[in-house]
């Protein structure tokens, strides 16, 4: 079956028509109704915390510390804004499953065809019924793209997505059900639009200070100040400046300069603020690339040291230390990144590079696992494991054209059950590990977008029986690229609401594991006496499809996860049962025999062994 010439095209065609039944239209990100006035943002989002009928509330534009756009005065416009503290976690579920929602595109709440927090409230039960005990928000903030990585104000929730008073609604109710929420952090560079920025082009020198202007271009870090950046963006004045700046992701992202204890300052009152409204954690954007560039100093502040600030900042709301810090690491090795994790700086950061993100492959041998837990143990670290997520292909995308020599031309085609299989092994293998796995929403539904589609095909939307809450936008800000979020290649799947119900889903996997690291939490541990040799237990051709987990408080209960995957037709294990008995907890494309347990390919078991 030939695929058609313009695929984008041809799937948007498609969802407009699976849409027309409803009579909605494509939702529009850049919609008027949505826009905000910029121009009166305050620079210092600085607050205060007040006693209030017994709840604290967090103001970030108060005038003592808030500044104008075209006024730098201390003079004010408007009426300051308020926000309750959200109500405080209780009953937390600890299975240690983080699980990354893209708010814009999980679930329409308001019937605009753009995700929203109404939405996502409306289906934590969704999630609260998969286990995962964390969520992890890609960025929320008023921004100039609807990924949210290119910031305009940091201390408020983007319009499109329902606004704070929905946000903090949400965060109540995840609370409620025992769930953490985490908040991404862009603070290696603003929004080309971002009020700091552009006061800097407009030759305010302390703003000037907050970034890196250079007089001309040294390298390909930096970038212009010209035409098609003026153009794209509503900034008003649309002659350039002819201004070279670092911006090393792009020209619409130009980098702060952490050098700048003015900016930092910045960063620590926007850390306050968050703890402050009742957020659990924060993943902070691109942490490897703080100071990468050449013209990039460390004479006043490193990674450490901005970290140990940031977490200073939230103790000081919280008065603990149980702020969740993590960083993205997806270049190299994470292990490199391990300088940066104290109980005074970061947690821990994720395995974006190497487990289990473009490796269709996912086994590994105990000395590779020990090894790898051994190094974060010595940093009092969490693993945090990965197949997928915004930025990278789906697990399964990668997994049909490497291993099924699935190419442009049969990338449209739907999913066998094989291929599903796969994937569910995939997931199985990662939650059975010593680490904080991360699901990315579409994962246990057996998503398989693909970069063919550009970056949203990466990030197609949730699809639910009720076609109301899909989501289906448009980011036109310029005609020259339009980015379309909706569902392409998985749109050939069921709604959510069938998949998650059928015999065998992923979502049900999800579950019974989520369910044994609750009540057994030391396998969330990374830690090498949770782990033992394999070898111990079973006699098999390939110990790196096993893991065994124990409880080192009741080391004679063990639980062993193992699976075959496409490198095998089956798997034999022989149990030595001279030393355990051996009790099956779950079984797919699986036999238990007295002697030995017969896995068939894509199968996998987990069993409770009981020292004798």
Request: hydrophobic share 30%.
């Amino acid at each position: 079956m030939k695929a058609p010439d313009n695929l984008k095209q041809y799937h948007e065609d498609k969802y407009q028509e699976y849409l027309s039944n409803q009579r909605r239209t494509m939702g529009n990100w850049n919609d008027p109704k949505y826009k905000k006035d910029h121009e009166h943002l305050g620079y210092c989002h600085q607050h205060y915390l007040v006693d209030d009928n017994n709840k604290q509330i967090a103001n970030y534009q108060h005038k003592k510390y808030c500044y104008q756009y075209n006024q730098i005065d201390n003079s004010t416009q408007g009426q300051d804004k308020k926000y309750r503290k959200a109500n405080k976690l209780t009953n937390f579920k600890n299975t240690g499953v983080i699980y990354q929602v893209l708010v814009y595109n999980f679930c329409d709440g308001n019937n605009d065809g753009i995700g929203d927090f109404i939405g996502l409230k409306n289906k934590l039960d969704y999630i609260d019924q998969l286990g995962v005990d964390q969520i992890w928000l890609s960025p929320i903030h008023s921004s100039s793209s609807y990924h949210g990585y290119d910031v305009i104000n940091y201390c408020d929730v983007a319009e499109q997505l329902g606004g704070m008073n929905a946000f903090i609604e949400f965060l109540d109710q995840a609370h409620q059900r025992g769930i953490k929420v985490y908040l991404d952090m862009v603070f290696n560079h603003t929004s080309y639009e971002h009020p700091w920025f552009q006061k800097a082009l407009a030759g305010d020198q302390y703003y000037r200070s907050f970034y890196r202007f250079v007089d001309t271009k040294i390298d390909d870090d930096i970038k212009q100040d010209d035409q098609f950046i003026r153009d794209k963006y509503p900034v008003g004045n649309k002659v350039p400046t002819g201004e070279h700046y670092l911006a090393r992701f792009w020209q619409g992202m130009p980098d702060l300069n952490l050098d700048n204890s003015n900016v930092i300052n910045e960063l620590i009152e926007i850390q306050k603020f968050w703890t402050a409204i009742g957020v659990d954690g924060f993943r902070y954007d691109a942490i490897g690339e703080y100071f990468s560039s050449e013209i990039e100093t460390k004479n006043n502040f490193d990674e450490i040291k901005i970290f140990s600030l940031l977490r200073k900042a939230s103790k000081d709301i919280t008065k603990d230390n149980k702020t969740f810090m993590f960083g993205e690491w997806i270049f190299t090795d994470p292990l490199k990144a391990l300088k940066y994790c104290n109980k005074e700086s970061l947690n821990t950061i994720y395995d974006g590079y190497k487990h289990w993100t473009n490796t269709p492959d996912i086994r590994t041998t105990y000395d590779e696992l020990l090894n790898l837990v051994n190094h974060y143990h010595k940093k009092n670290a969490n693993w945090i494991p990965l197949l997928n997520n915004h930025d990278t292909r789906r697990w399964l995308d990668v997994y049909r054209e490497e291993v099924l020599n699935y190419h442009d031309e049969r990338i449209h085609e739907p999913l066998t059950q094989d291929q599903l299989d796969a994937l569910k092994l995939a997931i199985f293998n990662m939650l059975a590990t010593p680490s904080f796995p991360i699901i990315y929403a579409g994962d246990e539904l057996g998503y398989y977008g693909s970069r063919n589609y550009g970056d949203p095909g990466l990030r197609e939307p949730i699809k639910w029986k009720d076609s109301k809450q899909n989501c289906f936008f448009v980011d036109d800000k310029t005609n020259s690229n339009k980015n379309h979020v909706l569902l392409t290649q998985s749109n050939s799947l069921d709604c959510a609401e069938e998949l998650i119900n059928k015999d065998n889903s992923i979502y049900k996997l999800i579950q019974f594991i989520c369910g044994l690291r609750k009540l057994n939490p030391l396998i969330n541990k990374t830690d090498p006496k949770t782990i033992i040799d394999p070898e111990l237990v079973v006699d098999s051709k390939d110990y790196s499809s096993i893991i065994v987990r124990k409880d080192y408080q009741n080391p004679n209960k063990l639980y062993m996860f193992a699976y075959c995957n496409y490198r095998y037709k089956n798997l034999e294990l022989l149990k030595i049962s001279r030393d355990f008995y051996f009790k099956p907890l779950f079984l797919y494309k699986a036999k238990n025999n007295s002697w030995n347990i017969e896995i068939q390919q894509n199968g996998f078991v987990v069993f409770e062994l009981l020292k004798k």
